[in-house]
């Protein structure tokens, strides 16, 4: 598996919903084709993309795998928001479109008949940094995945993955602006009342596998602070995109893991 998957179209969405004013505030929404034949409500699979932040890679990628889960019976929404190099983008303007849709969606779960009380957020590379936030911010929600996720952020800089995305994203570095780094990195955060999985490829060459390794390490712990419910998910032999593409053999696990 390559990158191929960042330039392939991904099947339409059934509706692409905005959740604020802003044209990169909107979310694809994709329901189960047997709707018809089910009252539902339709558990979600709320999932934001990476991209390190930054504006020139958008949601598309992520149609592959948000088609796939809903072809398994789950509705999945595929969020777009502002980004680095877009008005009012970067930390935390960005963290709170994430925020905006999650709540727009709840608001409004009963015209598209969703469980809003049975929703998955996951993210994959900075997205699963945001998808963490989400879940350390929002109380309701019990399940996040992340995928190759970048959670950790004081390590992100200290290795400066992808030409110091994270000093882009939070307006500086963690000497220069603390709080964000305080506020915006999953590792410090304290999520309790979600189950998290952690899921990475031992081949990944964005960001290293030792990110969700030492991550849930860290969590597992309970020195000082309650332990939480966190689990890795290591995928042999696959890289960074493999845990996105429906098409690898590493989907499976994730899949199930999902589901």
């Known amino acids: ?3 191929d998957i960042l330039s392939v179209p991904p099947p339409l969405a059934d509706a692409r ?3 604020g004013y802003d044209p990169n505030q909107f979310l694809d929404l994709r329901i189960p084709a047997d709707r018809e034949k089910s009252k539902g409500p339709w558990p979600l699979v709320l999932n934001v ?3 390190y932040w930054r504006a020139k890679y958008n949601l598309d990628h992520a149609g592959h795998l948000c088609a796939a889960l809903t072809a398994k019976g789950l509705a ?3 969020l777009e928001y502002r980004r680095v190099g877009n ?9 709170a479109d994430i925020r905006s849709a999650y709540s727009f969606l709840v608001q409004n779960a009963h015209r598209h008949n969703l469980d809003s009380r049975n929703i998955v957020v996951m993210g994959h590379s900075a997205g699963g940094q945001l998808a963490l936030c989400l879940a350390a911010h929002e109380t309701g929600l019990t399940r996040v995945v992340s995928l190759a996720g970048v959670v950790d952020l004081q390590r992100a800089y200290q290795l400066h993955l992808s030409n110091d995305a994270v000093v882009e994203f939070l307006r500086g570095t963690p000497s220069q602006v603390p709080d964000h780094y305080r506020e915006a990195d999953p590792m410090r955060l304290s999520i309790p009342h979600a189950r998290q999985w952690l899921i990475h490829g031992s081949d990944d060459d964005v960001v290293p596998f030792d990110f969700s390794r030492d991550y849930v390490a860290s969590k597992q712990k309970h020195v000082g602070k309650e332990k939480e419910d966190a689990h890795l998910l290591e995928i042999p032999d696959a890289g960074h995109f493999d845990v996105i ?4 053999q590493a989907w499976k696990r994730i899949e199930e893991t999902v589901l």
């Open 245 to 248: 593409d429906p098409g690898t």
């Open 76 to 78: 999945t929404a595929n």
């Open 1 to 3: 598996m390559s990158e």
């Open 87 to 95: 008005e009012g983008r970067a930390w935390p303007g960005t963290f």
């Open 49 to 51: 993309h990476g991209g």
């Open 17 to 19: 919903l905005a959740y």
